[in-house]
């Protein structure tokens, strides 16, 4: 049976207009109409290219109800992309140092870190997010979030959310499960991307259920408590799709399309903004939110 949300959800993300928003001014919630689109493809499915450095604000109509203006920004691997021919890889990829001045000079210009748990309360009428607010995420669980990006997440005092696949674990490139443990265990949150990595709307609805109920249960049994934010393989997501992972007791998913205003009746459509192998910290700080560094700023603590 599906939810109360979970209908919510199927509401939410019925009858789709397109509407350019301008970013509201305060991280509290608001009852506003916004609307949600389907537009966003994933990688590595998608050739990443890098985009302009400000994202056009795209959100939603249909979804009436309390929403907030908060980026969560979607990265993948931090590590150096040797290969100048793989463009796919390149664009999934940020430098450690470059994730370094990223995450220093979001610290130096007052971002405050905040959960998908977090926004998700303040829509529902709980504490409102601070200022400056934004959500780090980081799709597929591969080693070198354990590896590269905690270690200066950590440094930073900065909470990040890791969609892990979780028929990858433990595979080459992947964290294994120690590795998973221990990134939950220093305060980061792990979510669920399902078992295999699929098309969620290229499957059967059973399937598709098996895929998202699989990877939660078994990344709970691993962790020892609930799992409550879950993302779209490839961002690919429909009405059906977004209602189970609303049936499968998520409190949130999220996609891939762009837009920074996060609505309650779209929280299985959070939007994200994607930063990769073209960002700098100046691109980087206009995605964040966040006043950008003086012209010819380094990091002083580079790596
Ligand atoms: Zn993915």
Not at 6 to 24: N, P, Y
Not at 236 to 256: E, I, R, S, Y
Not at 285 to 300: E, I, L, M, S, T
């Given at each position: ?30 009852a506003v109409s916004r ?27 249909a979804s009436a109800g ?199 009746a ?38």
């Amino acid at each position: 049976m599906l939810s109360i949300l979970a209908l919510a959800a199927l509401t939410a993300v019925s009858g789709l207009t397109i509407a350019s928003l301008k970013r509201a001014p305060l991280h509290t919630a608001t009852a506003v109409s916004r609307a949600t689109s389907f537009t966003g493809s994933d990688a590595p499915r998608s050739a990443l290219r890098p985009g302009p450095p400000a994202p056009a604000r795209v959100a939603t109509l249909a979804s009436a109800g309390p929403c907030v203006d908060v980026p969560i920004l979607l990265y993948h691997y931090i590590r150096v992309d040797n290969n100048p021919h793989d463009q796919v890889g390149w664009g999934l990829s940020v430098s450690p140092a470059e994730f370094r001045a990223q995450m220093d000079w979001l610290r130096r210009a007052g971002g405050r870190t905040v959960t998908l748990a977090q926004v998700i309360d303040a829509l529902d009428g709980g504490p409102a997010l601070p200022p400056r607010a934004v959500v780090l995420t980081f799709d597929d669980g591969y080693a070198d979030f354990a590896t590269a990006a905690l270690p200066v997440l950590a440094g930073d005092g900065f909470v990040a959310t890791d969609f892990v696949v979780s028929g990858f674990i433990g595979r080459s490139g992947y964290m294994n499960p120690t590795q998973v443990v221990q990134a939950d265990q220093d305060g980061m949150i792990i979510g669920a991307h399902t078992v295999d990595h699929v098309d969620l709307t290229a499957l059967s609805t059973a399937a598709a259920a098996a895929e998202i109920d699989v990877s939660r249960a078994t990344l709970q049994r691993l962790l020892r408590h609930p799992v409550r934010d879950f993302a779209y393989p490839y961002g690919d997501v429909n009405p059906v799709v977004a209602g189970l992972a609303g049936a499968a007791g998520f409190d949130d998913a999220v996609g891939t399309s762009m837009g920074t205003v996060q609505c309650s009746a779209s929280r299985y459509l959070l939007h994200r903004t994607r930063v990769g192998g073209g960002d700098t910290v100046w691109s980087f700080a206009v995605k964040a939110g966040v006043q950008g560094p003086p012209r010819g700023w380094q990091d002083p603590s580079p790596i």
